[in-house]
């Protein structure tokens, strides 16, 4: 494969999982300022189906194009640079999961109201 093809997929997945992220946060925020059910019902089933489409794969894209990153340019996976990069993806992962089930609590609720 391709050094620079797998860099700028990595690069690219970074963004939108960056950018999907802030998008539905201010999404859900905005919509549950309204109190208007509707609005709050269309963010909250929005959000999860983003979630889906874009935050899942990409976090899957991140962790896999790193691997081959970090295979390609031969590093060492006990560098303390790549350790402390397994660290930020677990602690970010470990805060992403409660929220995503936060959200789905959130649209199903809304739906049943």
Not at 14 to 20: A, N, P
Not at 37 to 42: D, E, G, Q, S, V
Not at 49 to 57: G, K, N, Q, V
């Given at each position: 494969?391709d050094?620079?093809?797998?860099?700028?997929?990595?690069?690219i997945?970074?963004?939108?999982?960056?950018?999907?992220?802030?998008?539905?946060?201010?999404?859900?925020?905005?919509a549950?300022?309204?109190?208007?059910l509707n609005?709050?019902t269309?963010?909250?089933?929005?959000t999860?189906?983003a979630?889906?489409?874009?935050?899942t794969?990409t976090v899957?894209?991140q962790?896999?194009s790193?691997?081959i990153?970090?295979?390609?340019?031969?590093?060492?996976?006990?560098?303390?640079?790549?350790?402390?990069?397994?660290?930020?993806?677990?602690?970010?992962?470990?805060?992403?999961?409660?929220?995503?089930?936060?959200q789905?609590q959130?649209?199903n609720m809304a739906?049943?109201a």
């Amino acid at each position: 494969m391709d050094y620079l093809f797998i860099k700028t997929i990595h690069i690219i997945s970074s963004t939108i999982l960056f950018g999907t992220g802030i998008g539905t946060a201010f999404f859900m925020w905005w919509a549950n300022k309204t109190g208007d059910l509707n609005t709050k019902t269309y963010a909250a089933r929005t959000t999860v189906i983003a979630d889906l489409h874009f935050t899942t794969p990409t976090v899957i894209i991140q962790l896999v194009s790193g691997i081959i990153l970090v295979n390609m340019l031969g590093y060492n996976y006990s560098n303390l640079w790549l350790i402390l990069t397994y660290i930020g993806y677990i602690i970010a992962g470990s805060c992403w999961l409660p929220v995503v089930w936060i959200q789905i609590q959130l649209r199903n609720m809304a739906l049943e109201a």
